[in-house]
């Protein structure tokens, strides 16, 4: 069974940085897609960032584009979410995400799910 666990989240200043971290434990295959998902209160789960264990090219949702980067270190079962000039509407639970298909932006198609942290960024 895939494990998910998410940390990093916190309270920060509109401009500032967070970097948020999901360690995998179990068989996460290199074909895995791994994604970062958010969810604001009132709203649905959105993607926002994701990219295959293996490698690739990343894929981003259009509101975090050159702000946000996923990556993974390769020592550690570790994917990370390095988020920069962060805005008040990036508050949200963030949500790290696994799928043994395809990357995709939908939240269906992702069968293992962390815990979630919280990100809080204040105006």
């Known amino acids: 069974q895939v494990q998910l666990v998410e940390s990093g989240g916190g309270l920060v200043q509109a401009g500032g940085s967070l970097r948020l971290s999901c360690a995998a434990s179990?068989?996460?295959?290199?074909?895995?897609?791994m994604g970062w998902f958010r969810q604001a209160p009132g709203k649905e789960r959105e993607f926002v960032a994701g990219r295959y264990w293996w490698g690739g090219s990343p894929s981003y949702a259009d509101s975090v584009k050159g702000r946000f980067t996923i990556s993974r270190d390769n020592a550690e079962n570790t994917v990370y979410l390095q988020m920069n000039s962060l805005k008040p509407e990036d508050t949200a639970i963030y949500y790290c995400?696994?799928?043994?298909?395809?990357?995709?932006?939908?939240?269906?198609?992702?069968?293992?799910w962390g815990q979630g942290t919280q990100v809080t960024v204040s105006s």
């Open positions: 179990g068989p996460i295959s290199s074909s895995y897609a």
């Open positions: 995400a696994a799928s043994w298909s395809k990357l995709t932006p939908f939240v269906k198609d992702y069968n293992y």
